[in-house]
């Protein structure tokens, strides 16, 4: 089950000559989780080597600004 917050964003700019500019961006987070098993027990006969398996957890952000 995916879950997800919706956000909004509002950046207002002004410069010494009293010009402003405003820009809205709307965004979607999606906070489930993703989830990786690895496993290597077809090569563990072969190779006799260990099994591995389990949960693998991570987040990124990235924010791009372009002027």
């Not at 964003?9 to 098993?37: I, M, Q, S, Y």
């Not at 077809?42 to 591995?52: C, E, I, K, N, T």
């Amino acid at each position: 089950m995916k879950t997800y917050k919706i956000g909004k964003v509002r950046l207002t700019v002004g410069d010494k000559a009293g010009n402003t500019a405003t820009a809205n961006w709307n965004f979607t987070l999606d906070t489930t989780p993703p989830e990786t098993t690895i496993s290597n027990s077809s090569l563990a006969s072969y190779f006799r080597l260990f099994r591995l398996s389990g949960s693998i957890h991570f987040a990124a952000v990235q924010l791009h600004l372009s002027c």
